[in-house]
T-cell receptor, first 108, second 118 residues
Framework: DAKTTQPNSMESNEEEPVHLPCNHS???????IHWYRQLPSQGPEYVIH???SNVNNRMASLAIAEDRKSSTLILHRATLRDAAVYYC?????????FGPGTRLSVLP | AAGVIQSPRHLIKEKRETATLKCYPI?????VYWYQQGPGQDPQFLIS???????DKGSIPDRFSAQQFSDYHSELNMSSLELGDSALYFC?????????????????FGPGTRLTVL
C-alpha cells in the first residue's frame, strides 16, 4: 500500500493560515491525494483531493509538489471548529488506507 | 442533503454474542465501505461492496461477514464477539462515477456505530 508521512501534531492560532504537510514519496502515477479530517467520535469528513494540479474549494486549498512526492493542505483562516485529526490518504484501488494523521490544535 | 445513516449508533454486547450493524448509503450511491477504528487508532478498512457484490477485502476477521442488499444498504454481521472488537465502525459510500468506483471517488462517511463488548 502507498504510505504517507505527516507530523503527529501541529498548533495554530485562530484566524491564521495553517499549512499541513504530507510526504508520499512512493506515490504511483494514478494515485489521487485525498485529505479528510476527523473530529472526536465522528466519521471522517472529506476536505479536498487532487492528482497533479493545485486545487481549491470552499474549505481549503491543496498544493501538490511538481514531483507529487509531497503535498500541503492549506487552511486559509483557522477557526476553533477546524481542530481535528487531518488525514492525508493516497487512493489505492477502492479502499482508503489511513495513516496516523496530524492532530491540529487551534488556539483562541 | 442526505447523508450516510448508520444504526444503531451505540451497541453493547457481551463476549461471544453476535451483533449486526446497518449502513444506509447516500441515495443513488452504489458502493459501500466498512471501516473499524479501535480506541486511539486510525480507521482500518474491512470490506467493500459495489453493486451488491464484494469488491475488496481488508483486515476483516473470519468471524465477520457483510453483504449489500438490493436497495444498496449494507449490514456487517459480527459473531463470537471478543473484547478487542470494541471500536467505532464506520460506513462510507460513494456514487456513480463512470461505471464503478475509482481512486477519485469521494467517500462520504456515516457517524459510526460505537460497539462495546463487555
Amino acid at each position: 500500500d502507498a504510505k504517507t508521512t505527516q507530523p503527529n501534531s501541529m498548533e495554530s492560532n485562530e484566524e491564521e493560515p495553517v499549512h499541513l504537510p504530507c510526504n508520499h514519496s512512493t506515490i504511483s502515477g494514478t494515485d489521487y491525494i485525498h485529505w479528510y479530517r476527523q473530529l472526536p467520535s465522528q466519521g471522517p469528513e472529506y476536505v479536498i483531493h487532487g492528482l497533479t494540479s493545485n486545487v481549491n474549494n470552499r474549505m481549503a486549498s491543496l498544493a501538490i509538489a511538481e514531483d507529487r512526492k509531497s503535498s500541503t493542505l492549506i487552511l486559509h483562516r483557522a477557526t476553533l471548529r477546524d481542530a481535528a485529526v487531518y488525514y492525508c490518504i493516497l487512493a489505492y484501488g477502492q479502499n482508503f488506507v489511513f495513516g496516523p494523521g496530524t492532530r491540529l490544535s487551534v488556539l483562541p | 442533503a442526505a447523508g450516510v445513516i448508520q444504526s444503531p449508533r451505540h451497541l453493547i454486547k457481551e463476549k461471544r454474542e453476535t451483533a449486526t450493524l446497518k449502513c444506509y448509503p447516500i441515495p443513488r450511491h452504489d458502493t459501500v465501505y466498512w471501516y473499524q477504528q479501535g480506541p486511539g487508532q486510525d480507521p482500518q478498512f474491512l470490506i467493500s461492496f459495489y453493486e451488491k457484490m464484494q469488491s475488496d477485502k481488508g483486515s476483516i476477521p473470519d468471524r465477520f461477514s457483510a453483504q449489500q442488499f438490493s436497495d444498496y444498504h449494507s449490514e456487517l454481521n459480527m459473531s463470537s464477539l471478543e473484547l478487542g472488537d470494541s471500536a467505532l465502525y464506520f460506513c462510507a459510500s460513494t456514487g456513480f462515477l463512470q461505471g464503478g468506483p475509482t481512486s477519485t471517488d469521494t467517500q462520504y462517511f456515516g457517524p459510526g456505530t460505537r460497539l462495546t463488548v463487555l
